[in-house]
């Protein structure tokens, strides 16, 4: 049974490639796409359309690095940085860091703390725009399975902005998961336990010896690793001994040899003198961590829970034994999973509820709209309950059922507004009155509908319902919903199919509202 489920598709059922399974494939795999990139994938084939997404490195990255000026870069220069300078460049940086700290001493308390506020608004400024950056990036990537593993491993490694007040240091932690996005979950885990963010985030810059912090200690097995049961209280007090000492300065890691336990620990029934790298060594040893990774891929690209189901226990086995197989390879992994018979069958499409970033970027790419107003995004997505470097705990995001709650639908159901006509409802609660009451502020998104609609040469109303039901929830939708569509789009009060004019304004406007009703239905909130 377990051998069927992993079968890939093209071997087992041929005949189901098509238009839904490809934009199936899409959402899960990436944020979904235009109508012609999902016909692209159908052209490829199943085999060839996976490999398309998983290999991704095929495609050219174009996106620029952000800037950090003085009051957001880094203290110190990283450590690839460091290991290109003369030793005469390394003692400049040095130098540069010296002087700063004499300036800060021959400041008055006023002078400090203004200087302070200058940075903590630089902070902010920067934060925003590297939000910005990542989401136009998943918006207008040719690589989205990159983005969408960036987020699943920021959802998994959580670091907030909230504690971490350092935009540099969160901005190359994105960077971080980027680079290993499919790459060597092992190999991450070991660079993100040096990662500045997240041993500030994890309070592991406190963990000294003789005066043990066992925060990262605990949530590297609990979160990260291992699971709930797979370990004792006694391994979390060993393995906290063995990160003493990791630490950073300024924006790098630094072991502190001064502080580091050194003498013997026993760790998951090993006794040694280890270390931090040691610990995850035998981590990545243990039975549990093929099958929770497996756990939590399956969550996130499969099923969510939204349907009653999660992934059966056999799934779960079935793909750690892929994981072991390929030593913590993840693109190997994903596209075992994205190329599997279960993949595509009735229980895991359109099962899953979109997170906030999958309704906004999908939106987004489905249209072909580019953000042109960063800040009613974020807002939009505060507002669902997904800001980006912002997860509520360390936990991150519970996803499935609990996107959906009466706090978020008004934004889940007007963010089409935005979208479809250039308006974004901004919110605000009265007190005492319990109601969120929406006001229009004008933005411009650049979609046009007439562009849209000739290259899908669709120029009758039920044409272009039919193209927009494709296109946004794949013509899953009841034919009654349909037949009320095309009256809304006729205008006349009945379900035949009229020729339009795109061109016209009324009829371009009509067609903006027809895309924000089905953007406001129920169905339109899954993929």
Request: hydrophobic share 40%; glycine share 8%.
């Amino acid at each position: 049974m377990t051998d069927a489920l992993l079968a890939p598709i093209w071997r087992t059922e041929p005949k189901k490639w098509s238009y839904a399974t490809a934009s199936h494939l899409l959402n899960r795999a990436g944020f979904g796409g235009s109508a012609a990139e999902v016909r692209q994938l159908v052209d490829l084939g199943p085999e060839k359309a996976v490999a398309y997404l998983v290999r991704y490195q095929q495609l050219p990255d174009t996106f620029k690095e952000i800037t950090f000026g003085e009051f957001t870069g880094p203290l110190f220069a990283g450590r690839d940085e460091m290991r290109q300078m003369r030793p005469g460049q390394m003692s400049d940086n040095m130098r540069e860091l010296k002087a700063r700290g004499e300036l800060l001493k021959q400041m008055n308390q006023d002078q400090r703390q203004a200087m302070l506020s200058i940075r903590l608004a630089a902070q902010r400024g920067k934060l925003e725009e590297m939000k910005l950056w990542w989401l136009d990036r998943m918006v207008r990537t040719r690589r989205p399975l990159e983005e969408k593993m960036t987020l699943f491993w920021h959802g998994l490694f959580v670091s907030s902005s909230v504690t971490v007040r350092n935009s540099y240091a969160l901005y190359q932690q994105n960077k971080l998961f980027r680079k290993f996005a499919v790459g060597n979950y092992k190999a991450l885990t070991l660079e993100v336990s040096k990662d500045p963010a997240m041993l500030e985030y994890l309070n592991n810059n406190q963990n000294k010896k003789g005066k043990p912090n066992e925060n990262y200690a605990r949530e590297l097995m609990e979160l990260f690793t291992m699971g709930i049961g797979n370990y004792t209280e006694n391994d979390i007090k060993e393995s906290a001994r063995a990160f003493t000492g990791w630490t950073f300065a300024g924006d790098r890691f630094v072991f502190n040899r001064g502080e580091h336990d050194e003498g013997q620990k026993t760790f998951l029934g090993r006794t040694g003198n280890w270390d931090g790298g040691d610990i995850i060594d035998i981590i990545f040893d243990q039975q549990a961590t093929p099958r929770y990774i497996a756990r939590r891929l399956l969550k996130f690209f499969a099923l969510d829970g939204a349907s009653g189901a999660e992934a059966p226990e056999s799934m779960v086995n079935a793909l750690a034994r892929v994981v072991v197989a390929n030593r913590y390879e993840m693109a190997p992994v994903l596209e075992t999973l994205f190329a599997s018979t279960w993949f595509y069958s009735k229980d895991v499409m359109r099962t899953q509820i979109k997170s906030p970033v999958q309704l906004v970027v999908g939106s987004l790419r489905a249209l072909g709209v580019n953000i042109t107003d960063p800040r009613a995004v974020d807002n939009a997505l505060k507002m669902m309950g997904q800001e980006l470097y912002g997860a509520p705990t360390v936990k991150g995001w519970d996803g499935g059922r609990a996107w959906v709650n009466t706090s978020t639908l008004f934004a889940r159901y007007n963010l089409p507004a935005y979208l479809g006509t250039g308006r974004l409802p901004s919110t605000s609660k009265k007190p005492g009155d319990g109601e969120m009451r929406g006001q229009f502020n004008d933005l411009a998104t650049g979609w046009q509908p007439q562009l849209d609609l000739a290259e899908a040469r669709a120029s009758t109303t039920d044409g272009v319902v039919d193209h927009y039901l494709r296109v946004l929830i794949g013509n899953n939708v009841d034919p009654r919903k349909r037949d009320e569509l095309i009256e809304f789009l006729n205008a006349t009060g009945d379900a035949s199919s009229h020729h339009l004019d795109p061109t016209s304004a009324e009829v371009e406007n009509r067609i903006r509202s027809l895309v924000h009703l089905i953007m406001a239905m129920a169905e339109y909130q899954i993929c």
